[in-house]
């Protein structure tokens, strides 16, 4: 079982920037695919990045271009950094594990961190 913490939300005023923080801890932790959702009230689940366990990424089309995903294998630590903030960005942002990018979703995950942007 893999344990992840996601830290690093906030509120920040439109346009600024963000980065969030996923540590993971447990069994293979250091060698699985990662990725970042987040769920806006009344809205579904939206997948917006996925970094394999060799740091292939993928994107939504939504967030290209604003969003970028990392990660440090040998802190066990997966990056969303989010420039150029909108009040549509404001969501609680989760982070997930999977055994690859075509399974995630279906691992563990975190227990969500709370993004509030501002007009």
């Known amino acids: 079982q893999v344990q992840l913490v996601e830290s690093g939300g906030g509120l920040v005023q439109a346009g600024g920037s963000l980065r969030l923080s996923c540590a993971a801890s447990g069994s293979s932790s250091s060698i699985r695919a990662m990725g970042w959702y987040r769920q806006a009230p009344g809205n579904q689940r939206e997948l917006l990045a996925v970094?394999?366990?060799?740091?292939?990424?993928n994107y939504a089309d939504s967030v290209k271009g604003r969003f970028t995903i990392s990660r440090d294998n040998a802190k066990n630590t997966v990056y969303l950094q989010i420039n150029s903030l909108k009040p549509e960005d404001t969501a609680v942002y989760y982070c997930a594990e999977s055994a690859s990018i075509a399974t995630m979703g279906f691992g563990s995950w975190g227990q969500g961190t709370q993004v509030t942007v501002s007009s």
């Open positions: 970094i394999s366990s060799g740091g292939t990424t």
